[in-house]
């Protein structure tokens, strides 16, 4: 046994993801375990599309939502590595309409007071998510509504980057950049700057630069057609239990090229082309004789970037988890696990992490040598703690 897992013991893994979808919580599931470089775990639970009677399969396709926000920041820091900016660069230095933001003081609607920034946002601002945007979806915040109402961080079809771009300059900041950490369209800029420092769309820049060279050949901004059949429909949580459609993948949206190329949240993928994404990470930037990123790029994007390298619980409360963040920092693109005690899980230090709103989840464990990938369709990610339960279930069947 090259993994080191015990076989027996993953077992716990097996009836817990089998009940989850026996007792109509989730219409399926998926996770693939690596660790060695060995496969040490696959198994299929359930269905990619309920009312189809079709079941989750491994090369079933699925929206990974903001698991595309590490592939953006890969993406954004292969161009760091060719000098195209600096992380301290401010932003305003490549986008000009970006030279006079505001930030919020008080009050909302007409009464919102603001005043000028005096930190100006930079890229790192927007890798760590500490710049100060925000998502019109949390409701928590006068400036959230600002961007419900100028339909930021929803679009889809007909609008552009460049149109967010736009309306991001006419939108206060919800705090000084730097002095909290706020989930974001952050990386949605990121993806922007991509374009803008390779003069590639995002969606030829990715599959050119990291998912042709991984072979992860069903992953990107649309169901490539030779996989339109296996696309899994998405659900979402019904109140009192259960879930309803909430997306069908015959009439999908992702079955087109958009025109909104969502850098933190537009990406489809499978679970082998997502592993081999995290493989990559784990063997420091490379994987299958291709390097994306240089071994220390990935060690430096994989660190504690919060200033005073202070966890997220004293950063602000962040969003959607089922976590409090105590014990857990961001760096440049991932959550990074600095106190697995603090944190209240099984884990190691140094892992690093991110989740989709769809409930997906992946991580990589560099002291275990292990990568995890856990794909499902059901929305929102806080429905159930899966992703705590998948680090107790996956770290106790470790044998050695």
């Known amino acids: 046994m090259g993994h080191g897992f015990s076989v027996d013991r993953l077992e716990y893994l097996t009836s817990h993801l089998q009940g989850y979808v026996d007792e109509g919580r989730f219409p399926g599931c998926s996770c693939l375990v690596t660790r060695h470089g060995e496969?040490?775990?696959?198994?299929?639970?359930?269905?990619?599309?309920?009312e189809g009677n079709l079941t989750m399969e491994r090369d079933t396709v699925v929206r990974i939502y903001s698991m595309s926000k590490p592939i953006t920041s890969v993406a954004l820091m292969t161009l760091y590595e060719r000098g195209k900016f600096q992380l301290d660069d401010p932003v305003s230095k490549f986008i000009p309409s970006w030279s006079d933001l505001r930030v919020y003081e008080n009050g909302d609607g007409a009464t919102m007071v603001t005043s000028p920034t005096t930190v100006p946002v930079t890229i790192k601002h927007l890798l760590t998510h500490t710049s100060g945007?925000?998502?019109?979806?949390?409701?928590?915040?006068?400036?959230?509504?600002?961007?419900?109402?100028?339909?930021?961080?929803?679009?889809?079809?007909?609008?552009?980057?460049q149109d967010m771009i736009d309306d991001l300059a006419d939108?206060?900041?919800?705090?000084?950049?730097?002095?909290?950490w706020?989930?974001?369209?952050?990386?949605?800029?990121?993806?922007?700057?991509?374009?803008?420092?390779?003069?590639?769309?995002?969606?030829?820049?990715?599959?050119?630069?990291?998912?042709?060279?991984?072979?992860?050949?069903?992953?990107?901004?649309?169901?490539?057609?030779?996989?339109?059949?296996?696309?899994?429909?998405?659900?979402?949580?019904?109140?009192?239990?259960g879930f309803e459609l909430q997306d069908n993948p015959a009439s999908s949206v992702y079955h087109q090229r958009p025109t909104f190329f969502s850098g933190g949240g537009g990406m489809v993928a499978t679970i082998d082309d997502y592993s081999r994404f995290a493989q990559?990470?784990?063997?420091?930037?490379?994987?299958?004789?291709?390097?994306?990123?240089?071994?220390?790029?990935?060690?430096?994007?994989?660190?504690?970037?919060?200033?005073?390298?202070?966890?997220?619980?004293?950063?602000?409360?962040?969003?959607?988890?089922?976590?409090?963040?105590?014990?857990?920092?961001?760096?440049?693109?991932?959550s990074v696990v600095l106190d697995p005690a603090a944190a209240g899980v099984l884990d190691s230090p140094g892992e690093f992490a991110w989740g989709g709103a769809a409930s997906t989840y992946f991580w990589v464990d560099p002291l275990e040598d292990m990568t995890v990938v856990f794909l499902t369709q059901l929305l929102p990610s806080s429905t159930y703690p899966i992703r705590r339960e998948l680090k107790t279930l996956i770290y106790q069947g470790i044998a050695n």
């Open 171 to 180: 939108i206060p900041l919800s705090f000084t950049p730097g002095s909290r």
């Open 133 to 161: 945007l925000t998502y019109g979806f949390m409701n928590s915040h006068p400036v959230d509504a600002l961007y419900r109402n100028a339909s930021i961080g929803g679009e889809r079809q007909g609008s552009t980057l």
């Open 39 to 50: 496969e040490a775990y696959f198994h299929a639970f359930g269905h990619r599309d309920v």
């Open 280 to 334: 990559m990470l784990l063997n420091r930037g490379e994987f299958g004789g291709h390097r994306i990123l240089g071994r220390k790029t990935v060690e430096y994007m994989a660190t504690n970037h919060m200033p005073g390298h202070v966890d997220l619980a004293a950063m602000g409360q962040p969003v959607f988890s089922e976590t409090s963040y105590h014990g857990i920092g961001f760096g440049l693109g991932f």
């Open 182 to 241: 706020n989930y974001s369209v952050a990386t949605d800029v990121c993806g922007y700057l991509v374009q803008l420092f390779s003069d590639i769309d995002l969606d030829v820049f990715v599959r050119e630069r990291i998912t042709k060279p991984l072979g992860m050949n069903d992953t990107g901004y649309q169901v490539p057609a030779s996989s339109k059949d296996k696309f899994a429909a998405c659900y979402r949580y019904k109140r009192g239990g």
